[in-house]
């Protein structure tokens, strides 16, 4: 599966790509060094851990690599009133009368618990493309949907703080 990525979150995989590239790998080797002139290898705690951690790096990088490399590139096309993305939505949820907000971003940064909401979760594609007052059903399977009201939606283009999701 391809993951939809923005032109904004490959470039945030790439300045990370070069970071650790560049900064953390040489930091990581300079461990190894050190810990592999302590001595005894087969008891080397401090060589074994830094060797983890080098190892660790590596497969980070080409984890982000390899979603660049398979990433379809999405665009928004949501009207300034519309749920798109990289916009803050303030819903009203009708069966439990609370009211919360959602950023809406692609599945790279996804973190429900902190508000981002992907575009393939069930309340992103059906709030995609709609406005304020719209009441919205959301399907979560065959068995249960609910409703939800618009009340307000927020351009917030500045997504410089959210994370691209790792393992």
Known sequence: MYDRLTKSDIQKMEEEIEHRKVVVRHELLEHVKTARAQGDLSENFEYHAAKKEKNKNESRIRYLERMIRTAVV????????????????EVYFE???????????TTVREDALNGLVSIESPIGKALMGHKVNDRVFVKVNEQYGYYLVIKG???AKDDSGDRIRGY
């Not at 665009?75 to 300034?80: F, H, N, V």
């Not at 069966?95 to 971003?105: A, L, M, P």
Request: hydrophobic letters at 30%; charged letters at 45%; proline letters at 0%.
């Open 74 to 89: 999405i665009e928004d096309a949501s009207g300034d009133d519309e749920v798109g993305m990289n916009k803050t939505v």
């Open 95 to 105: 069966e439990d009368q609370v009211t919360e907000k959602y950023k809406i971003v």
């Open 153 to 155: 939606i927020e351009d």
